[in-house]
Every structure is written in C-alpha cells, then in structure tokens.
C-alpha cells in the first residue's frame, strides 16, 4: 500500500540530494574550524595572485613613466606602500571569506540537520507501517 506521506518525504529528500545536498554533505564531511581555515586559505592565495595581477597591469600600463620615474623615488618607501597596501588587501579579503565561509558552513550543518531529522521520520513511517502489516 502506498502512503502519500512517506511518496511525498521521498521525493523532497531526493531532490535536496540531487540539488545542494551534494554540496553540503561535501561540506559537513570537515570540522568547522578545518573548512573555514581551508576555504580562507584558498582566498588568501587568490588575493595574492589577484593583487600581483593587477600590481603588474598597474604598473605595465605607463611603463615608461614607471622607468623614468624609477631614478627618482625611494624605492624603499615605494616597497613599504606596495606591501602596505598588500597587507590590507588581504586582511580584508580574509576577513570576508572567513565571514562568508562561517556563514556557508552553518548553513549547511543545518540543512545537513533536517536531512538527518527527515531520514529517521521516514525509517519511523517504514517501522509503522510494518507494524501495522505484520502486526509486529
């Protein structure tokens, strides 16, 4: 005998499994300090590829002002502000991952909850309804 519940259970179990529980199961498999850190790493070394990127287009853009002014400026000081302004472009890129990871991995932790919740009451329609057939 069909049961419209438990048809019903089934079918939004499978599509959270086909759509974004691949995603948070991925997730859920790493303790949280370990996924945050990781994903703040990966931005981290993005920043910093993104920053020498464009450091480069910055500075290939007037190259030749760039050579003439090369004599004239403290290269030491020019040093200092270039790491300055890398220092601050990663602490605040950091700090946005770190954010939006915190936020990404929360959300799946707790999607990944009321799959869980979902699987036992459907294991709990199947222990019933065996129940009642077999009159166990």
């Known amino acids: 005998m069909l049961n419209e519940k438990r048809i019903i259970l089934m079918t ?3 599509s959270y499994e086909a759509n974004e529980g691949k ?3 991925a997730i859920g498999s790493y303790f949280r300090t370990d996924y945050i850190g990781w994903q703040v790493l990966k931005s981290i070394i993005s920043a910093t590829i993104a920053f020498v990127v464009v450091f480069g287009m910055y500075i290939f853009y007037d190259f030749e ?4 002014d090369i004599y004239k400026m403290d290269l030491l000081e020019f040093a200092r502000a270039v790491f300055t ?3 601050w ?3 605040v890129y950091a700090v946005i991952s770190y954010v939006v990871y915190t936020v990404r991995y ?3 932790v707790k999607s990944l909850r009321v799959y869980q919740m979902n699987l036992r009451k459907l294991s709990d329609m199947y222990k019933q309804s065996n129940t ?5």
């Open 85 to 87: 302004r890398y220092l």
């Open 89 to 91: 472009t990663i602490g």
């Open 132 to 136: 009642q057939v077999y009159g166990k």
């Open 106 to 108: 929360s959300r799946a």
């Open 12 to 14: 939004k179990m499978a």
């Open 65 to 68: 002002l760039f050579m003439t």
């Open 23 to 25: 995603r948070n199961v």
